[in-house]
Structures are given as structure tokens and as C-alpha cells.
């Protein structure tokens, strides 16, 4: 018997953030929010442990992300 496993890194949205300006590319706009996370999977499908959790929001024009 053999198990194939994974680590991986996701990103969950969590919909709709603040409206902000952007301290990297200065304009204006909406934010989304975001959770990441690192897991262990069983067969790459099951996830079995989670770890660095992480919550922020991350500009819509750049990218540019400001921890929650």
C-alpha cells in the first residue's frame, strides 16, 4: 500500500474589502480580501493539516496586499 500526499498553498476570496487608496500604485479603488493558507493533502485531494493562516486584503489594480 502506498499514499501519495501534497503540500500546496491556497487562496480562499472572501469577498469585497474596504475602499482605499493604495499606498504602492496610488489610485483608489475596492479592495478583496483574501485568507491564505498552507496544507497537507492525502492524493493531493483531502486536506489533512492546515497551517499560516494568514488574512488580508489585496489591492484590484496591483496586487499590492495590507495584512487584516
Request: with cysteine; aromatic share 14%; glycine share 8%.
Amino acid at each position: 500500500m502506498f499514499f501519495i500526499f501534497g503540500i500546496a498553498s491556497k487562496q480562499q476570496d472572501l469577498g469585497p474589502g474596504a475602499t482605499r487608496a493604495c499606498p504602492r500604485c496610488h489610485n483608489t479603488t475596492q479592495w478583496s480580501r483574501v485568507k491564505s493558507f498552507r496544507q497537507f493533502t492525502l492524493f493531493f485531494v483531502i486536506p489533512v493539516a492546515r497551517w499560516g493562516r494568514r488574512q488580508y486584503e489585496q489591492c484590484g489594480i496591483c496586487g499590492a496586499t495590507v495584512e487584516e
